[in-house]
Structures are given as C-alpha cells and as structure tokens.
C-alpha cells in the first residue's frame, strides 16, 4: 500500500481510506488512501487503465468499492443524501447527453434534475454556456456538435448547479490548447472561490495546474504530493545539466557538500543533482575547472512531467519487485500543448 | 422547496422526453401511421367475398346421373365454382394435383338404387389443400353439400311417395319440400350494428397501436440512457427512480393520448365506425391500456441489456399481441393455459373492451379494466424497484 498525506487536511472534503475495487481477478484499485482538502485541486493522473475513472466512480457512487472506506462531504458515496448530490458535479469520461436536445435544453435539463428553479437556471445556463464558449451554438442539437464541443458541453453540464465539489473526468480531452487555458483558468477560479475540484486527465502536462497530484499505476497510488515536490521527488533535489570541452570525471564533484549525486552520461556530459541549483551552480562549475575541465555548457535541468511520473513509476515498480532504475531519460520531450510526446 | 424541485425534475424529463420524439417524427409516424395505415388498408381492401373453390364433379359412368353442369347448380353451395362435369374420375384428379381444381366430387355409381334399397351412398369429396383454414372449410363445404343432397332426395323421394299415394286415393297436404326440410334458419343479429370489417377491427387496431406506440418508445427510451453515460450524471444527481418513472410514464401518457385521440377521430369520422358508448369510459379504457402498456414498455427496457434486445423484446410484445389477444383469431379459441399469455398483454383486455363499448355501447366485461390497472401497477412497481438498484452503485 502507498500512502500520502495530502498538503492541508483540517476538515477534508473528500476521504479515501484503504479503497479497493476488484473485478472478478482483476484489482483495478489497490489500497488507495488519500484526503482532499476544501478549495483544493486535486489532479489523478496515470497510464490508461491505471484506475483513474474507478477512482472518481467510487467518489461519485457510480461503483461500489470492496474494501476501504470512501466519503465525500462526510457521506458515504453509497448513500448520498439529496442535499449532499445538489453539492456535487461530475463530469464522466465519455459522451453522456442527448445528442437529440440542443446544447441549450442539455444544460437545461441537468440544472432541472438538480432542483434549479427556472429564474435561476436561465441565469446559470447562460453563465456556464458562455464560459465554455457554447452560448452562441446553444441552438445546436448536442449531435451536430464538434467531439470538442460536446465535452465543453458535458463541462457545463457539470458546473450549471455550482457545485461545492466537482469530479471531471479527463475535462480537458479533446479540446484546443486554448479552450484547455480557458478551461483551467476556470477551474483555477473555482477552486479560489471555495470549490474542490478532483479530476483527471490524461495530459501529464497539466499537473502543474493542480495543488496535488495523486499518481496512480496499474490501481496502486504511486504518489501524492504537490507538482514541484514530486519533481524534487523525482529527481532528488535540482539537476544541473554540465557540459564540457573535455574529459572530465564526476567523481570529483561528489565531494561538494551540496552534491547529492553525480550522472555521467559521457565523457563530457553530466548531470549533477544538487539541493539547490541557483547556488550550486557556480561552485561545481568552479570545482571542474579546478579539476582541469572546460565547461562549454551549464544549465538547470528541469525534466517534464512525462519525465518526472515516468521515473516515480519505474521507481514505484522496481519497489514492488521490477528491475526499472528509475532514472529520468535524457532524451525526454513534452508536446507544445502539454501532451505525453 | 421540495415539491417546487420534484416538479421540476418531473416536469424536465416529460419535456425532455417530448422533444426527443418531436425532433424525431418519422419514429413516431412509422410507430402510428404505419400499423394504421397497413391495417386501414386491410379493412378496406378486403372485400369479404370468401373463399372459392374449383370444383369438378365426376359422374361415372352408368351412374344414370347427367353430365351436364347446368343440371347441378341447384347443389352448388356458396363457396364453390363449378367448372366442369366428368366422367373419368383419373382425369380429375389429375387436374387435382396440378391444381388447376382446387376440389372434386365424386357422385356415387348407384344412388337410387341404393336408396331405394334402403342402403346409404357415399358421395366422395377430394382435395389437396395444405392451408388449414381451407382444409377446415373445404370439409364444411363437402358437410353442406351431403346435406344438400340429402334433401333433394328425400325431397323427390317424398314427391314420388306423394304421387304414388295420390293415384291410390290418399292425399297428403304437407309439400314434399316440408317434408325434406320440415324447419328453415331466419337469422337475426341483435348487436346494435351492421357488423363490418372496419366496424369491428378499428377499436382493435386502435388498442394495439396505442400498446405497440408505448412499449416501443418507453423501451427504447430507457434502455438508451442507460447504457450511455447519461445514468452516471442522473445517480450523481438527486433524481430518484420514482421520478424518472414518473416523468416517462406522464410524458409518453401524454403523446399515447394525443395519438389515440387522432385515431379515434379517423376511424369515428373518417372510417364511420360506431361510437355507442360513454365518452368517459372509452377514455378510461385507453387510459388503462397506456398506463399498462408504458409499465410493460418500461419493464423491458430495464432488463434489456441493449438497445437491440429491448426493440427485439418488443417485437415479441406485438408478435404475440396479434396471436393472443383475440385480434386476429378468438380468444377462447386457445387453450386455457395458452389465453393466459393474451391475458397478460394490456391490448388483449382494450381490444374486448374498445369493441364493446365502442360498438355495442356497454360492456359486461368490466373486470378488465381491474387487470388493466393491475398489469400497470405491477409493471410500474417492478420497473421502479429494478431502476432504484440500476440507480445505485454498481456493486
């Protein structure tokens, strides 16, 4: 079992205790415990498969869990009250509106199982159409819309009753980079106005948008921590990345106190991980030319967060038994628009 | 607040519901127009002239009976097409078999001679028809015509007995004909109409498009939901089943009623078929049948695993509706156990009570509008219950 502490957790809104789902001889989730503070968002990000969607079904009671103990606003997913389901948005992974309604009667028609009132409802259909940038195609039937349309359509959906906590469910899929901005920028915005926010997303990229990142492989909570943390955690401290016109032995940087570890990827290639690297860069560039070395490069290394979880995954299954070393690859890339390259 | 929030949701799924039919109107006219239109065209384009048969006689040789048609008309029954008169009874039953007559007759060699011998003759009657609805009424035909003959001859045998004693004195005042068929059939139908094709099949079609109408939609209309992801955001949100039960069954009432309404104008104003009873009571009863018909409806959408299985499950519905329920053939026809299965379809009870109260201006089958409402009560309790489970989570 792995187990994180979340940032702040007073009063958490949303509690996982030892959550396990099985499926016959499949574990889909494996002991998962974690804690969400209000006003916290909290991003889910894994490999396919890995149990992202279980996770958010079990917090929304879409599925029941066979071990563990969830709650969301103190109850129990299984037993939502009224009042605690007016409290809550979701958003599923896949296309679930009817497609023969406008995208105006969609919105509509979800405000109205939540018990909005028509003078309110008018009021927040239009609110969450215009910010999903839906307003002008709200005459449109939910069929006629764009794959990109439709989720922004499903993402109003969610938000049209205000809800006090929110679970989306890969929101950003299939949308431009900049409707995805928008849309965090939005989300942003909720969450300083109080909202929890729980999502996930299949962009690795956009966990540097969230407060915490729960990093779930193959069921199993890899970690839980907020994004820098999990960099530092990543990599052990901060990475400079050395290059030099000459031969030049790594071994003799280890002995600076504010070396943590020494990557020698070639002759004259290095990566130094040190505790902080805005003052241990010119001590080590100092050390190699005292050394006899030419520094014809120096640069803070920051690896992306394909990287980054690519590592804590390697790491997380060399614990669980793999022979992965859990290094971060020197050849790693992250698309323009934050996708896994 | 919660009464104002119940409307809410109830009022949003009827309307929701009402416009995902309007936008798609051809469903709805193929459901309503289409079985009308078929049946409609049924009702008028049969022309009620019944069957008719082909028929040769074959007089052998030596018989003494004549072989001109002319003289057989007076046994020909309604029914039967007399085309020829043989002598060779091969011949015949070779135009049998290559079905260019449908039935033949084979008079005996010997009649009178029997007859006045006091021995009975057989008239033999051939056919070769493999459909059991004509087998059954070439048999009758073949019945009617022993009878016919029968009492030609008793008739020409009572003239000659009537001569005979005549010429030694005795005198008879009864006519041979009396005496060959002392009693004749005058029949009266005492139903309040003149019994028509139309008349008594538009209340029928009527009940089983109003079935066909609701199970088709509501199964369909459920089932979609919830094999897409539309169930997960109505468990997130505080919609109960009661209410989605609640607000199909108002919505699909609602255009099960403006249907019946415009068939039930068609066929009284268009078709001139009988409207004898209560008003209230010929609503009630279609009131009943939707009301059943939308639980049965709802009942298979929660156990269809698919869109697929639940339009296959509701072609099964009206598949054994048009067997079952005494549309086509009677009722009572069947089995006990076997009416059993009409009993249990909503269009079986609207069928006897439509005609009734349509066409004879009351009813003494009352009891079914109770099965009516039990069917719908405990479809709709069963439906609640399974969508209450689907509802919560997935264990």
Request: aromatic letters at 6%; one cysteine or more.
């Amino acid at each position: 079992m792995t187990e994180a502490t979340p940032v702040q957790a007073p009063q958490p809104v949303i509690v996982l205790q030892q959550v396990g789902r099985q499926y016959a001889d499949v574990v889909a989730l494996h002991d998962v415990s974690l804690t969400v503070p209000p006003g916290s968002l909290l991003g889910i990000i894994g490999p396919s498969g890995a149990g992202k969607t279980t996770a958010v079904r079990i917090l929304t009671g879409g599925l029941q869990a066979t071990s563990g103990m969830a709650r969301v606003l103190g109850d129990d997913p299984q037993r939502f009250g009224r009042r605690t389901q007016e409290r809550i948005g979701y958003m599923p992974q896949l296309f679930s509106l009817y497609p023969d309604l406008t995208a105006g009667e969609n919105v509509d028609f979800v405000a109205s199982m939540f018990g909005m009132l028509f003078a309110r409802r008018r009021q927040r259909v239009r609110a969450v159409l215009e910010l999903v940038e839906l307003w002008p195609e709200r005459g449109r039937r939910a069929s006629d819309l764009s794959g990109g349309m439709q989720r922004r359509l499903e993402l109003a959906c969610a938000l049209v009753h205000d809800p006090a906590v929110l679970f989306l469910d890969e929101p950003t899929a299939g949308l431009d980079p900049i409707l995805r901005r928008t849309i965090w920028t939005e989300l942003h915005r909720l969450r300083d106005s109080g909202r929890t926010i729980v999502l996930t997303t299949q962009y690795v990229g956009e966990a540097e948008e969230c407060d915490a990142v729960a990093l779930i492989s193959a069921g199993r909570l890899v970690a839980l921590a907020p994004p820098e943390d999990l960099r530092r955690s990543a990599t052990g401290g901060d990475v400079l990345e050395i290059e030099t016109a000459s031969l030049v032995d790594g071994e003799t940087l280890t002995s600076l106190p504010m070396v943590r570890s020494v990557d020698q990827r070639s002759v004259r290639h290095l990566f130094v991980t040190v505790d902080d690297a805005g003052t241990a860069l010119p001590a080590v560039i100092a050390a190699i030319e005292a050394s006899g070395g030419e520094v014809t490069s120096s640069r803070e290394f920051r690896p992306s967060f394909d990287d980054i979880f690519a590592i804590l995954v390697a790491r997380h299954r060399a614990e669980l038994g793999g022979s992965e070393d859990g290094r971060y690859p020197v050849s790693s890339t992250t698309t323009a628009d934050g996708g896994a390259a | 607040m919660i009464v104002l929030k119940v409307a809410t949701r109830l009022l949003a799924i009827v309307g929701k519901e009402l416009i995902e039919v309007a936008r798609r109107p051809g469903a709805l006219f193929s459901l309503v127009l289409g079985p009308f239109l078929i049946m409609a065209l049924f009702g008028l384009g049969y022309n009620n002239s019944g069957l008719s048969f082909r028929t040769v006689i074959v007089v052998p040789p030596g018989s003494g009976l004549s072989t001109q048609a002319a003289d057989y008309q007076s046994f020909v029954a309604p029914g039967i097409t007399l085309v020829g008169v043989q002598t060779d009874v091969e011949t015949a039953r070779l135009a049998l078999r290559e079905q260019t007559v449908d039935v033949v007759i084979i008079a005996p060699t010997d009649l009178e001679a029997n007859f006045t011998a006091g021995r009975q003759s057989t008239i033999r009657v051939e056919y070769d028809i493999v459909s059991p609805v004509k087998a059954n009424y070439a048999l009758i035909l073949a019945q009617q015509l022993g009878y016919g003959v029968n009492q030609q001859i008793i008739e020409r045998a009572a003239a000659k007995g009537v001569s005979e004693a005549g010429s030694l004195g005795v005198t008879s005042a009864i006519p041979p004909a009396v005496i060959a068929a002392p009693t004749i059939a005058d029949p009266h139908n005492l139903a309040p109409i003149d019994p028509s094709l139309i008349s008594f099949f538009g209340p029928a079609v009527l009940a089983l498009i109003l079935q066909h109408l609701a199970v088709t939609l509501t199964a369909l209309s459920l089932v979609r939901e919830r094999h897409t992801g539309v169930f997960d955001v109505l468990r997130v949100s505080p919609v109960s089943a009661i209410e989605i039960v609640l607000g199909k069954v108002v919505a699909f009432a609602v255009l099960g009623g403006a249907v019946a309404a415009v068939i039930l104008g068609l066929l009284v104003s268009a078709f001139h078929v009988p409207f004898l009873g209560d008003v209230g009571l010929v609503w009630t009863t279609i009131g009943l049948v939707l009301a059943a018909s939308l639980g049965l409806g709802l009942l298979i959408s929660v156990v269809s695993d698919s869109e697929r299985q639940a339009v296959q499950l509701a072609l099964l519905i009206l598949l054994a509706s048009v067997f079952f329920s005494g549309f086509v053939i009677d009722a009572t026809q069947f089995l006990p156990a076997v009416q059993v299965v009409g009993d249990l379809l909503p269009v079986t009870h609207g069928i006897r009570l439509l005609q009734d109260l349509m066409l004879r201006g009351a009813t003494t089958e009352s009891w079914r509008l109770g099965v009516l409402l039990a069917i719908a009560l405990v479809t709709l309790a069963t439906t609640w219950l399974l969508l209450r489970r689907g509802l919560s989570a997935r264990a």
